[in-house]
């Protein structure tokens, strides 16, 4: 049974789509596969360059070490020599001396009895009475060989294998590093970095994360520590940035081989606070706040709603001078001139101050620890879907709020009019030295 042209067409059409999404897909994993080729190649070049000139160095430095060694041992022969060899010069010297006095002494001795008692009477009057005066019987002493020095060597040979086994288990050529990124979470002006180790074998004691924006050459060290997830923040959004993060062994001094770099970018706008409120300055990313002024006691806000649901809104105390009260909350609504207290009416988000919580304008009986410097706090908030009802009034939206600090949360529900797509958030310090950094 023929199919009608209609139907024949439509499915010959269907086949061409369907062998160019196929040619499509296939055409992703050649590119796939090039990549891969490529960083094994490129990877096992460059291993190479690090194993010449590694051991090239090495060579030069045991070479040069060797040689100052040989410099120092001839050196103390010479010291050895030059010491020991000076009494002997000293001894021969006074030999010499006493054989030449020896010799003249003879010389004149025998001319004096050649002349005979009567002519030379004088002349062996005068050698009796010089022979006398030289001590004829005085011998300076000369040391046995046994008690002067034998130079010589003591070179140990096993040097030899002692070194040989050491260069033998010296370094090591492994197929992938022993850490690698597990995970890149965006987050408003900031990147979440998660890593794990991939080699069993590899006890870590450090790590050392670092990155850069791929229009960069240069990478910068971000964090070194135990931990195995580290923020990024001062992120630029919809900007692509490098991660690579390596490890250091227990006891050892040397980092491992970096990750395989990933890229990241965050999509979220940066949440940032609002200039020219008085009584606070901002830094220069306007992500953190300084309470300067204890005169005024407005509330600082968000420049924008940049806060959605399903997020983490996290404050940090970068500093603190004393403890004194602060309150942190957000807000669908944004007020010039809210006070301090208004963070705590009820159409503010549930507010934590110090430890206190207030929940629609009233205060819970939850309470978590005072917060100090360094301290951070986070709000998690999702949507809670209620049941229908005939009119959109009389809290008909909730929202489920978290607030944690310092391992302990409390968790309650927000209820609202209306709905709402995103919010602002503020803060209040009474009294100036606080600061507060915002993601």
């Given at each position: 049974?023929?199919?009608?042209?209609?139907?024949?067409?439509?499915?010959?059409?269907?086949?061409?789509?369907?062998?160019?999404?196929y040619?499509?897909?296939?055409?992703?994993?050649?590119?796939?596969?090039?990549?891969a080729?490529?960083?094994?190649?490129?990877?096992?070049?460059?291993?190479?360059?690090?194993?010449?000139?590694?051991?090239?160095?090495?060579?030069?430095?045991?070479?040069?070490?060797?040689?100052?060694?040989?410099?120092?041992?001839?050196q103390?022969?010479?010291?050895?020599?030059?010491?020991?060899?000076?009494?002997?010069?000293?001894?021969?010297?006074?030999?010499?001396?006493?054989v030449?006095?020896?010799?003249?002494?003879?010389?004149?001795?025998e001319?004096?009895?050649?002349?005979?008692?009567?002519?030379?009477?004088?002349?062996?009057?005068?050698?009796?009475?010089?022979?006398?005066?030289?001590?004829?019987?005085?011998?300076?002493?000369?040391?046995?060989?046994?008690?002067?020095?034998?130079?010589?060597?003591?070179?140990?040979?096993?040097?030899?294998?002692?070194?040989?086994?050491?260069?033998?288990?010296?370094?090591?050529v492994?197929s992938?590093?022993?850490?690698?990124?597990?995970?890149?979470?965006?987050?408003?002006?900031?990147?979440?970095?998660?890593?794990?180790?991939?080699?069993?074998?590899?006890?870590?004691?450090?790590?050392?994360?670092q990155?850069?924006?791929?229009?960069?050459n240069?990478?910068?060290?971000?964090?070194?520590?135990?931990?195995?997830?580290?923020?990024?923040?001062?992120?630029?959004?919809?900007?692509?940035?490098q991660?690579?993060?390596?490890?250091?062994?227990?006891?050892?001094?040397?980092?491992?081989?970096?990750?395989?770099?990933?890229?990241?970018?965050?999509?979220?706008?940066?949440?940032?606070?609002?200039?020219?409120?008085?009584?606070?300055?901002?830094?220069?990313?306007?992500?953190?706040?300084?309470?300067?002024?204890?005169?005024?006691?407005?509330?600082?806000?968000?420049?924008?709603?940049?806060y959605?649901?399903?997020q983490?809104?996290?404050?940090?105390?970068?500093?603190?001078?004393r403890?004194?009260?602060?309150?942190?909350?957000?807000?669908?609504?944004?007020?010039?001139?809210?006070?301090?207290?208004?963070?705590?009416?009820?159409?503010?988000?549930?507010?934590?101050?110090?430890?206190?919580?207030?929940?629609?304008?009233?205060?819970?009986?939850?309470?978590?620890?005072?917060?100090?410097?360094?301290?951070?706090?986070?709000f998690?908030?999702e949507?809670?879907?209620?049941?229908?009802?005939?009119?959109?009034?009389?809290?008909?939206?909730?929202?489920?709020?978290?607030?944690?600090?310092?391992?302990r949360?409390?968790?309650?529900?927000?209820?609202?009019d209306?709905?709402?797509?995103?919010?602002?958030?503020?803060?209040?310090?009474?009294?100036?030295?606080?600061?507060?950094?915002?993601?």
């Amino acid at each position: 049974m023929e199919l009608e042209p209609e139907l024949l067409l439509q499915e010959a059409r269907e086949s061409v789509e369907a062998a160019q999404s196929y040619r499509r897909e296939l055409s992703q994993r050649l590119q796939g596969l090039r990549e891969a080729r490529r960083q094994i190649k490129e990877s096992a070049s460059q291993t190479r360059d690090v194993l010449k000139q590694h051991f090239n160095d090495l060579k030069g430095t045991l070479a040069k070490l060797l040689d100052e060694r040989l410099v120092t041992l001839l050196q103390e022969v010479d010291t050895i020599e030059q010491e020991t060899i000076k009494p002997l010069d000293d001894c021969q010297k006074l030999i010499e001396h006493g054989v030449n006095t020896a010799e003249d002494l003879v010389q004149e001795g025998e001319l004096a009895i050649r002349g005979g008692i009567g002519e030379q009477n004088e002349k062996l009057w005068s050698f009796t009475k010089k022979a006398s005066h030289i001590q004829l019987d005085s011998l300076p002493e000369v040391p046995l060989l046994v008690d002067v020095p034998c130079l010589s060597a003591q070179l140990d040979d096993s040097i030899l294998n002692i070194v040989k086994d050491h260069i033998f288990k010296h370094g090591t050529v492994a197929s992938r590093p022993p850490v690698q990124i597990e995970e890149l979470i965006e987050k408003p002006g900031g990147i979440i970095v998660r890593w794990c180790k991939v080699d069993d074998d590899f006890t870590a004691q450090d790590y050392r994360l670092q990155f850069r924006k791929c229009s960069s050459n240069h990478f910068e060290d971000v964090y070194v520590g135990s931990e195995t997830e580290f923020i990024v923040l001062h992120i630029d959004p919809h900007v692509d940035y490098q991660f690579r993060v390596c490890a250091r062994g227990d006891g050892r001094q040397e980092w491992s081989p970096w990750s395989v770099p990933q890229i990241g970018h965050s999509t979220l706008v940066p949440h940032e606070w609002t200039a020219g409120f008085e009584g606070y300055s901002l830094s220069s990313r306007r992500n953190i706040a300084l309470r300067n002024d204890a005169e005024s006691s407005g509330v600082l806000y968000s420049s924008a709603p940049t806060y959605f649901c399903g997020q983490t809104l996290t404050f940090r105390q970068v500093d603190v001078k004393r403890s004194d009260a602060q309150t942190l909350g957000s807000s669908g609504k944004y007020s010039e001139h809210a006070g301090a207290s208004d963070l705590k009416s009820p159409e503010f988000m549930p507010s934590f101050l110090g430890s206190a919580v207030f929940v629609n304008g009233k205060e819970m009986t939850n309470q978590l620890p005072a917060v100090t410097s360094g301290s951070t706090v986070t709000f998690d908030i999702e949507a809670v879907t209620l049941g229908s009802t005939n009119n959109n009034e009389g809290g008909n939206f909730k929202l489920r709020v978290t607030i944690s600090s310092n391992n302990r949360e409390v968790v309650f529900d927000w209820l609202l009019d209306q709905s709402c797509g995103s919010l602002y958030f503020g803060c209040s310090f009474f009294y100036p030295g606080w600061k507060v950094l915002v993601f």
